[in-house]
């Protein structure tokens, strides 16, 4: 694809699709296990297994995410003759990357919460839960302000063969995806 000035995404996921869903039915099949363990061995949920616990949660939604995504066909770009992955993300499912990154961030805030949480409990072990149910609100703030942000990021896409030029200020011949 001469004379473009993006990354060569849809070279990259049709080169690796097949190890995208590998390794998402790897991470789905790891994280049930871990929820699994921990509701047939309850003491392993003490702190900071719980916060572990909820970040599990949030990466199975993540891989859910990841693999719906590595699953769908895209139309496939004439030009190029491959799959058209970023008009995939930028308008098909907007939606789903959205909230994908946000419990990517989710996940994320409760891995940095275990340590916060193991300071907290350090600085003052006679009352342990004085920060605890903030976690949970914290954590929700954190991830629904991020997906706030990213929903507010114009991305480019190219427009569809026939379309002409499309939504927003872009360059003549390109289209930007609205939020």
Do not use: K
Not at 118 to 126: Q, R
């Amino acid at each position: 694809m001469a004379g473009r000035d993006s990354f060569p995404l849809n070279e990259f996921v049709a080169a690796v699709r097949e190890d995208i869903t590998a390794w998402c039915i790897a991470a789905i099949v790891s994280s049930a296990l871990l929820l699994l363990v921990y509701s047939a061995l309850p003491d392993v949920r003490r702190t900071p297994g719980w916060q572990f616990l909820f970040s599990s949660i949030c990466e199975i939604y993540v891989a859910v995410g990841f693999l719906v995504l590595s699953l769908d066909e895209a139309q496939v770009d004439p030009v190029s003759g491959l799959p058209d992955v970023e008009r995939m993300l930028c308008a098909d499912y907007r939606v789903l990357v959205i909230t994908v990154l946000a419990f990517d961030a989710a996940a994320n805030n409760w891995r940095l919460l275990m340590y916060v949480d193991l300071i907290v409990v350090y600085h003052n072990p006679f009352r342990p839960n004085t920060a605890r149910p903030l976690y949970h609100v914290l954590v929700s703030l954190t991830a629904l302000a991020w997906a706030t942000a990213i929903s507010q990021v114009r991305v480019r896409a190219r427009p569809r063969v026939g379309v002409g030029v499309g939504l927003g200020s872009g360059p003549p011949g390109r289209r930007m995806c609205s939020g």
